[in-house]
C-alpha cells in the first residue's frame, strides 16, 4: 500500500496525524454501557455538527481537507475508542473498525492512512490484533491511559510493547477523562459543564496522557524496548513544561536514561491543532524541529488554511517547516513507499 503525497507549488504538503472518526456499532456500544461505566466525555461528540463530521470518512471530509490544505489525514478513532469496552465486544469491534479503517485507506491512499483500534482489555488479543493491523498496512496505533483500573504500564502489556517496536508501529497515547474518583476529589462542585470541561480538555485529559507516558517510563518500558515509539499531542501533555522536574523521577526509579532524554529520543511531540506560536518556540527549547508534527484535532479543531499557512512561518526556516507539515510523519508513519515504507531510515533512524 502506497501513501503518496503531491506537495502543492511553493509549500509543504500537510500531513495531519490527529484526525479524528468514529463507527456507529462502536458509538452505540459505548453509549449502551452502565452509566457507572459509560465515559461522559462522550457528550463532546454530539457539539455542533461533531457527530455528523466523525462519522463521515468520505467526500465531507476529504472537501474540509481540502479547505484547510491538507493533503493527508491519518485517521484514529475518537475518544475513547474501544477501550472503555468490555473484553469480547472491544476485541470483535476493535477488529471491525480496522478493517474499515483499511478499507478505505485502499480506496484514497493517498489521502489517508490510519492508526490502529486495539482491544486493550485483553492485551493478548491486542496484541495479536496490532499485528494483524500492521498487515493491513494501517502505520501505527492509539491507546489511551487506563483500561478500566489498569494502566498502560501494567506487566501484562508488555508484550504489546515488544510487538509495537518490533514491527516500527509507534503509539500514540491520546488523553482520556480521569478515573470517577479523581474528578470527585478534583474535577467537581462547579456545575456539570465547567465540571466536564474541566476534566477533559481544559485540564484533565492532558494530566492523564503525561502521567501515563510518564508512568510507561517509570517504569522501565522504554528501557526494556528502546526502539518503542510514543506519540504526545498537545504539544507534549505538559510533560516538555515538567522535564527537568521530572528527570528526579528517572533517578528515583533507577531508570537508563532521563525522561529529558526519553523526551528527546523516544517521543514525538504533535500540535493537535494548537497553533499558539509559544507553544511551539517553548517545544522546540527542549526537543528538536525533526520531532515535531502538524495536526489539526479534527473535527474538535478546525484551524483554517490562512491560520496554517501563518503558524507555518514561525517555524525557524525552510527544512524545519517541511519536517512540521509532513517530513516527519513521513519518516515517523513511513508512509511513501511499498507497504507504507520508504525504504529510508524508520522512526529510530535505522532502516
Given at each position: 500500500?502506497?501513501?503518496?503525497?503531491?506537495?502543492?507549488?511553493?509549500?509543504?504538503?500537510?500531513?495531519?496525524?490527529?484526525?479524528?472518526?468514529?463507527?456507529?456499532?462502536?458509538?452505540?456500544?459505548?453509549?449502551?454501557?452502565?452509566?457507572?461505566?459509560?465515559?461522559?466525555?462522550?457528550?463532546?461528540?454530539?457539539?455542533?455538527?461533531?457527530?455528523?463530521?466523525?462519522?463521515?470518512?468520505?467526500?465531507?471530509?476529504?472537501?474540509?481537507?481540502?479547505?484547510?490544505?491538507?493533503?493527508?489525514?491519518?485517521?484514529?478513532?475518537?475518544?475513547?475508542?474501544?477501550?472503555?469496552?468490555?473484553?469480547?465486544?472491544?476485541?470483535?469491534?476493535?477488529?471491525?473498525?480496522?478493517?474499515?479503517?483499511?478499507?478505505?485507506?485502499?480506496?484514497?491512499?493517498?489521502?489517508?492512512?490510519?492508526?490502529?483500534?486495539?482491544?486493550?482489555?485483553?492485551?493478548?488479543?491486542?496484541?495479536?490484533?496490532?499485528?494483524?493491523?500492521?498487515?493491513?498496512?494501517?502505520?501505527?496505533?492509539?491507546?489511551?491511559?487506563?483500561?478500566?483500573?489498569?494502566?498502560?504500564?501494567?506487566?501484562?502489556?508488555?508484550?504489546?510493547?515488544?510487538?509495537?517496536?518490533?514491527?516500527?508501529?509507534?503509539?500514540?497515547?491520546?488523553?482520556?477523562?480521569?478515573?470517577?474518583?479523581?474528578?470527585?476529589?478534583?474535577?467537581?462542585?462547579?456545575?456539570d459543564?465547567?465540571?466536564?470541561?474541566?476534566?477533559?480538555?481544559?485540564?484533565?485529559?492532558?494530566?492523564?496522557?503525561?502521567t501515563?507516558?510518564?508512568?510507561?517510563?517509570?517504569?522501565?518500558?522504554?528501557?526494556r524496548?528502546?526502539?518503542?515509539?510514543?506519540?504526545?499531542?498537545?504539544?507534549?501533555?505538559?510533560?516538555?513544561?515538567?522535564h527537568?522536574?521530572?528527570?528526579?523521577?528517572?533517578?528515583?526509579?533507577?531508570?537508563?536514561?532521563?525522561?529529558?532524554?526519553?523526551?528527546?529520543?523516544?517521543v514525538?511531540?504533535?500540535?493537535?491543532?494548537?497553533?499558539?506560536?509559544a507553544?511551539?518556540?517553548?517545544?522546540?527549547?527542549?526537543?528538536?524541529?525533526?520531532?515535531?508534527?502538524?495536526?489539526?484535532?479534527?473535527?474538535?479543531?478546525?484551524?483554517?488554511?490562512?491560520?496554517?499557512?501563518?503558524?507555518?512561518?514561525?517555524?525557524?526556516?525552510?527544512?524545519?517547516?517541511?519536517?512540521?507539515?509532513?517530513?516527519?510523519?513521513?519518516?515517523?508513519?513511513?508512509?511513501?513507499?511499498p507497504?507504507?515504507?520508504?525504504?529510508?531510515?524508520?522512526?529510530?533512524?535505522?532502516?
Amino acid at each position: 500500500m502506497t501513501h503518496p503525497i503531491t506537495e502543492p507549488e511553493g509549500s509543504p504538503a500537510l500531513i495531519a496525524i490527529e484526525e479524528h472518526w468514529t463507527e456507529a456499532s462502536i458509538d452505540r456500544a459505548l453509549r449502551a454501557l452502565p452509566e457507572a461505566d459509560r465515559d461522559p466525555s462522550l457528550v463532546l461528540n454530539d457539539h455542533g455538527d461533531v457527530g455528523e463530521r466523525l462519522n463521515d470518512i468520505g467526500e465531507s471530509r476529504l472537501a474540509a481537507m481540502d479547505a484547510q490544505g491538507v493533503g493527508m489525514q491519518v485517521l484514529s478513532l475518537a475518544p475513547p475508542g474501544t477501550q472503555g469496552l468490555r473484553a469480547a465486544d472491544a476485541v470483535a469491534l476493535s477488529r471491525d473498525a480496522n478493517d474499515i479503517a483499511a478499507a478505505r485507506v485502499a480506496e484514497a491512499p493517498t489521502r489517508f492512512a490510519a492508526l490502529a483500534s486495539l482491544p486493550l482489555a485483553d492485551p493478548a488479543a491486542a496484541a495479536v490484533e496490532l499485528e494483524r493491523a500492521a498487515g493491513l498496512g494501517l502505520v501505527g496505533t492509539m491507546v489511551y491511559g487506563r483500561t478500566g483500573d489498569v494502566p498502560l504500564d501494567d506487566p501484562r502489556f508488555d508484550d504489546l510493547w515488544a510487538v509495537a517496536a518490533d514491527l516500527g508501529m509507534p503509539v500514540f497515547i491520546h488523553p482520556q477523562i480521569p478515573p470517577r474518583a479523581v474528578r470527585a476529589a478534583s474535577y467537581g462542585g462547579l456545575g456539570d459543564l465547567p465540571d466536564l470541561a474541566l476534566s477533559t480538555f481544559a485540564w484533565g485529559w492532558h494530566l492523564e496522557a503525561g502521567t501515563a507516558a510518564l508512568r510507561l517510563m517509570a517504569a522501565g518500558a522504554l528501557d526494556r524496548h528502546p526502539e518503542l515509539q510514543l506519540v504526545l499531542g498537545h504539544w507534549g501533555e505538559l510533560l516538555l513544561f515538567w522535564h527537568e522536574r521530572a528527570d528526579g523521577l528517572a533517578r528515583m526509579a533507577g531508570l537508563e536514561r532521563s525522561v529529558t532524554e526519553y523526551l528527546r529520543e523516544n517521543v514525538w511531540i504533535t500540535a493537535s491543532g494548537m497553533l499558539d506560536p509559544a507553544l511551539l518556540h517553548h517545544a522546540l527549547a527542549v526537543t528538536t524541529p525533526d520531532r515535531i508534527l502538524f495536526s489539526t484535532d479534527y473535527p474538535f479543531q478546525r484551524p483554517t488554511a490562512e491560520q496554517i499557512a501563518a503558524f507555518l512561518t514561525e517555524l525557524p526556516d525552510a527544512a524545519a517547516r517541511e519536517a512540521f507539515a509532513s517530513g516527519t510523519a513521513r519518516r515517523l508513519f513511513r508512509l511513501d513507499g511499498p507497504d507504507g515504507r520508504d525504504g529510508t531510515d524508520g522512526p529510530d533512524g535505522t532502516d
